[in-house]
């Protein structure tokens, strides 16, 4: 009998990601969030985050902390490994992803290339 062992997830989440993404989710109409990419920026890729009714035909869920999040079946090759966090600081708070993949990133950290 063979075993499946459990395959690791496409990202990570640090709990700064759990609780801000915990509280983006507990909005009085409940949706998903999905993370994906998009050609922009002079790198080529960016990150990109939607809310969507419904997980895609492929999305790829992580369940972490008990938040859930999908992943873009296409952007899936760009990310996996990564971990997201959520960063505060005196002018802006957004979403970061720390990507093993990257080979290449613009100047100001807009954009990346696998």
Known sequence: TSKLRPRKAAITLTPRAVSQLRTLLALPEPKLIRIGVKNKGCSGLSYHLEYVDKPGRFDEEVVQDGVKVLVDSKALFSIIGS????????????????????????????????
């Open 83 to 114: 971990e997201m966090d959520w960063e505060e600081g005196r002018l802006a708070a957004r979403f970061v992803f720390n990507n093993p993949n990257i080979k290449e990133q613009c100047g100001c950290g807009e954009s990346f290339s696998v």
